[in-house]
């Protein structure tokens, strides 16, 4: 081996500093807003109003009041707000999840009339921005009588387009036609046949659908600001956006308010947070092999 050999193999592969730089910025600029409401929320009204350093902790901490503060304000009803997210996000990613893999399933593994079409439509479905339908579903829900019930908020959620597509794209890649026809070939049914073979392995992307599709339905605000009117049912989005409306036109009186809110932002991220650290070997596992079959 010549020493020019021996250089290059020594040589380490190339850093791409300026990428690097720029993800590093990326990741700053990220984490700065989450930090920023951590220190804030441990503050109280003059702690947060006084002039002080706003990227740091305030002399008196006071977390353990603010949540106190938080949960008892007009009657508890952020606890409530909490909840109703809880249930949109439950009922809403689930049942999407559900109709994902039937629909996913049944596009990639299925022939039947009119598969292409519906296929394509579907496809057409996810150029179409959501709260493009808000007002559309709120005229069609009012006249069924559905809105301001927890069934405006749960139904719509029901539609996942691109949990479909996703389903269709691993379903056809990851379960083989072959383990299939076996199955049937020993005399399972269509049934025994999905959930003995099939549902084990789509598992990993099931779980990525499920996870993202509870995530929309916590963070959904629009659809049930347009919805919903009984402050009970908001889910806490919406409540805290209702909070941040009536602390801007009264600022100077609702300076302890803007406290709750900050908390109140902080507190309703923790469950996506538990949430994703949960199911993430689950969704990036599903996402990978999803995209290399």
């Known amino acids: 081996m010549t020493a020019r050999s021996r250089t290059a193999g020594r040589q380490r592969p190339q850093r791409h500093f300026p990428l690097q730089v720029l993800l590093g910025f990326l990741v700053v600029y990220f984490l700065v807003p989450f930090w920023w409401v ?13 002039g002080g350093n706003t990227m740091w902790f305030a002399d008196r901490i006071d ?14 009803i952020y606890g409530r707000w909490i909840l109703n997210s809880t249930l949109y996000a439950l009922a809403g990613g689930v049942g999407a999840t559900i109709l994902s893999v039937m629909a996913g399933y049944g596009f990639a593994k299925y022939r039947f009339a009119g598969r292409r079409f519906s296929f394509s439509v579907m496809l057409g479905a996810l150029m179409v921005p959501a709260t493009a339908l808000v ?7 009012s006249g069924l009588g559905l809105t301001n019930t927890i069934w405006a908020v749960i139904l719509p959620s029901l539609l996942n387009p691109f ?11 990851a379960v083989p036609d072959e383990i299939l026809d076996a199955a049937r070939a020993d005399g399972a049914g269509e049934i025994r046949t999905f959930f003995r073979v099939a549902f084990p392995l789509m598992r990993p992307a099931v779980v990525t659908v499920l996870l993202l599709s509870a995530v929309a ?6 659809l049930p600001l347009a919805m919903l009117s009984d402050n009970r049912l908001f889910p806490v989005t919406v409540g805290l956006g209702v909070w941040q409306g009536v602390a801007s036109a009264n600022n100077a009186g609702s300076t302890s308010l803007w406290s709750l809110i900050i908390l109140g932002a902080l507190v309703s991220v923790i469950p996506l947070v538990i949430a ?6 689950h969704w990036r596992g599903g996402l990978s092999v999803g995209g290399l079959r």
């Open 38 to 50: 951590i220190v804030n929320s441990s503050k109280d009204a003059p702690g947060l109003f006084g």
């Open 63 to 76: 977390y353990v009041e603010n949540l106190t503060r938080l949960f008892t304000y007009d009657g508890g």
């Open 135 to 141: 007002i559309p579903t709120f005229i069609m829900f």
């Open 163 to 173: 949990g479909v597509y996703l389903m269709h794209v691993y379903a056809r890649d």
């Open 217 to 222: 339905s916590w963070n959904n605000y629009f």
């Open 276 to 281: 994703f650290f949960t199911l993430q070997r």
